[in-house]
Structures are given as C-alpha cells and as structure tokens.
C-alpha cells in the first residue's frame, strides 16, 4: 500500500512550508530516510525525508509551491500503485490538453470537447475566423473579451484549427500593452500602436490611432524605464509581510527615545579586546553589552516582560530576549532563553551560534520561539533613531541606533561632546502605559551609562 510524505508542522505557529526544490523525480527509487526534497518555513530550510523505501510514485506539488502543513505531498509505494486517494484537492492539476479525445473526434465537429485542463470541460463554442468556422473555449473568448483581442486575427493551434486559451495569451504576449483607458476604447475605429508613450512602452489613451491610417501620434515624452524584476512574496518574506501587518492592526504600538552615554560601553570593550584571549572570552559586542544591560533591566519592571493575550496580560519571570539577525532570506529572531542568568560572556557564547545558524539557514525553529522581549540593532548601519515594529504578541522590543557624539553641559558652562548611543522603544499601548515604560527606558539608560555596576549585580 502507497505511504504518503506529509508536509510536516514545525511548531504551532508554522501554518505553511515553501517547497523549495525536489530531490527526486516520480518514478525515481529512494530509500527510508534519503532526502526527498528541501522546504523552506518561515525560520529556516529543513529536507523532508522519506519514511518508507520504495519507488517515488507521484509528487503532488511543483518546486516553489507554498503548500499546508499535513499535507500530502508526494507518495512513495511499489511501482504501478494506484495513489488517486492521496491526491490533496487542488494538487497535481493536468496540463493543458491540446488534442481532442478520441470519442470527441468521432463525432460531428459541432460537438467536439477540448479540455483545456480537468476542470474545464465545457463544450465549445463555434466562433468565426480567417479559417472558416472553427470552435474555441468558454476560456479562451473569455481571454480574448477581457483584451479586446479579435478572434478574426488568430490562428488556432489546436485541433482542427480550433482555438484555445495558449493561442489567446500568445497573441497578448505578442501585441501592445494597453492602459485600462486604453483597452476600453479600442474598437474597429481606433486601434494600438505596437509601443506607447506609458512606461515600457505601455500604450496610453491618447497613443490611439484611427484604424486603417496607419500614422502613429508622436508619443509623449516619458522617463526611460529600464529592466523590470517581479519578485514573488514567499517563505519567510510572505510570513514577515503577514507578521508585520498583523502586529501593526492589532496593537496600539508607541515608540520613545532616548540617548545612553556609551563611554563606559567603550572603555570595557577595549578592556575585553586586550584580554580576550589570555582570559578565553568570546568577541563580545557592544550589542551584546546592551542585550546584557537589558536582562538586568527587564526583572525589575516585570509588565515589560509579558505577553498581550487580548483579554489578559502574561508577565514572565525568565527573560527569553530574542535578537534579531539580518539574513539573505529575511529578519530572523533567535532566542537567548533565561538571559538574566546569564554572564555577559555565556550571553555572547550563547547568541553568536545562533545567529550563524540563522544566516546559514540551518537553525532549528525551536530556537526561535518564546520570546518575551525582542532586541533589534541597526546601528551598524548607521542609522540613529528608528521604530522598531513589535514581535507580537510581546509587548515591547527595544532598537539599538548608531554610535554618534552628542553635546552635554561639561565643566564652567563649557559644552562636552559624548559618545552616545540612541535607543528607541516600542511598546504596545494596550497592555503599558507610557509612563512605566518611559521608567524601564530611563532604568535602562541609566545601567548602559554605569554598566559596571551591571557586571556586578
């Protein structure tokens, strides 16, 4: 009997998996435990193994095909097994046939079937062109009404000269590309010229020209428009697209600043970098500082530490600060569990691994779930104020700005210039008010500018 591959769940979250590539081909032999193919979730690349041994029988789904979790998604069995029951709804659709069936042909040609695909078998309407009667699709002069493209001009590719949807979609292909303005007043008196005055050569309204006179307007001047790329939304951009609409309709997110002295920030570092070595200590960043500030920060204002469930409010005792990591495939939030336990330099030895694993696409999605609070630094990048977007549903996440130097009363009324470092944070209104918020802001700045005495605590 024919075993399913099921699309599997990778926590509660994960409602969807990309198919990224297959390994294997219908009708290709693999083993129990060989990889069958690579799917992408929105945290990270993971090869779907085969749980049987046996012959490839059918894959339900093409490569780049974004498919739900539980699914079935291939069948492995013995070769000639029938895998009908398997088949998902919606998996697997037949290419378009182009030649009548058998039966069909035998009968007048007033009666013929084309099926341009298995849910299209509707019967043909006759329709006029160069070649005489022939007959075309219910999606094929659908096609055509919807392009204003006339019938009389093609030329049917399939059978008996018949036109099909693929005849069709050559012909726009081919032809003009036409503005809505356009497309509604083309007609037997007004034509399109091959190009327009519209970007890429987008035939406008006023490009129109009287049928049969074969003068083009000259075409208005229009900026050059180069090469065009169109970009899927898929994997982890399509699941952050989501994430990121979601967070902002269903919080009342606010955002403060303020800027932190970061001498003593400095001073350490350059304490750390001489020693590191002899003492075996990690590379520790100044963002691994401010991470470390921040866990000795979070216990002593615990509403800052939470979840906003709708109807109630989570407030956590163990600090799970999640960091984020730019990578080649999107925003990923690894998780450093228990933070305020932590030493700076097992906070540094912790996260480093994580966040390799995240550009590399190889972490496991484990590590980036039960976050309480959320960490996101885009100060290299020499950006300085920003508005971090909440990872919902914490109620709070932290930005990191760029080191800059700020003015600050010094001695005899002279002014000093101080390296500083600017934090930005986002709350979510719902669940904090501004005022204790703005307390956890000042608590922060306060053990970043005497991190010291953090080292201690």
Not at 187 to 208: C, I, M, N, T, Y
Not at 229 to 252: D, F, H, N, P, Y
Not at 328 to 347: F, K, T, W
Not at 431 to 452: H, S, Y
Request: net charge negative.
């Amino acid at each position: 009997m024919a075993t399913p591959v099921i699309m599997p769940r990778f926590g509660n979250s994960v409602e969807s998996c990309l198919i990224v590539q297959w390994f294997k081909n219908a009708g290709d032999s693999i083993a129990e435990g060989e990889a069958l193919c690579e799917i992408e979730t929105d945290k990270s690349t993971i090869e779907v193994e085969a749980p049987v041994a046996g012959t490839v029988l059918d894959i339900f789904f093409p490569a780049d095909e974004d498919v739900d979790v539980m699914t079935n998604i291939a069948a492995i069995g013995d070769a000639g097994e029938d895998v009908s029951s398997l088949r998902p709804d919606g998996a697997g659709a037949a290419a378009p046939v182009e030649e009548v069936q058998e039966e069909a042909e035998a009968q007048p040609a007033t009666t013929v079937i084309i099926l341009e695909d298995e849910n299209d078998n509707t019967a043909l309407t006759p329709v006029a062109n160069n070649a005489g009667d022939s007959l075309a699709s219910p999606r094929a002069r659908g096609l055509a009404a919807k392009n204003n493209i006339d019938f009389s001009t093609l030329t049917g590719s399939g059978p008996q000269g018949r036109v099909i949807e693929r005849d069709v979609q050559a012909a726009i292909d081919a032809g003009p590309r036409l503005s809505p303005a356009a497309a509604e007043l083309v007609s037997k008196e007004l034509v399109a010229p091959q190009r327009g005055s519209g970007p890429g050569g987008l035939v406008l309204a006023g490009d129109l020209i009287p049928a049969g006179s074969g003068v083009a307007p000259a075409p208005a001047v229009a900026p050059a428009v180069g090469e065009t790329r169109t970009i899927k939304v898929k994997g982890i951009r399509k699941i952050i697209a989501e994430r990121m609409v979601q967070s902002l309709s269903s919080t009342a997110q606010l955002t403060m600043n303020a800027t932190a002295k970061a001498t003593n920030l400095q001073v350490y570092r350059a304490q750390i970098k001489a020693g590191a070595e002899s003492a075996g200590l990690p590379n520790i960043t100044i963002g691994d500082m401010i991470v470390f500030a921040v866990s000795r920060v979070l216990p002593r204002h615990p509403a800052m530490n939470a979840h906003f469930l709708g109807d109630r409010i989570v407030e956590y005792d163990d600090c799970n600060i999640g960091v984020a990591v730019d990578t080649e495939r999107g925003l990923m939030v690894p998780v450093i569990p228990q933070a305020q336990r932590l030493s700076l330099a097992a906070l540094a030895a912790t996260f480093k691994p994580l966040a390799t694993s995240c550009q590399e696409g190889s972490i496991d999605p484990v590590h980036l779930q039960g976050g309480t609070f959320t960490v996101t630094n885009l100060g290299a990048l020499g950006v300085e104020h920003f508005t971090p977007v909440l990872n919902a549903p914490e109620v709070g996440i932290l930005g990191i700005g760029g080191l800059s130097l700020k003015p600050y009363p010094g001695k005899d009324g002279e002014v000093e210039f101080i390296p500083s470092i600017a934090l930005s944070l986002t709350i979510d209104h719902q669940a904090l008010d501004g005022a204790p918020a703005a307390r956890f802001l000042k608590d922060l700045v306060n053990t970043i500018e005497n991190f010291q005495l953090a080292l201690a605590n």
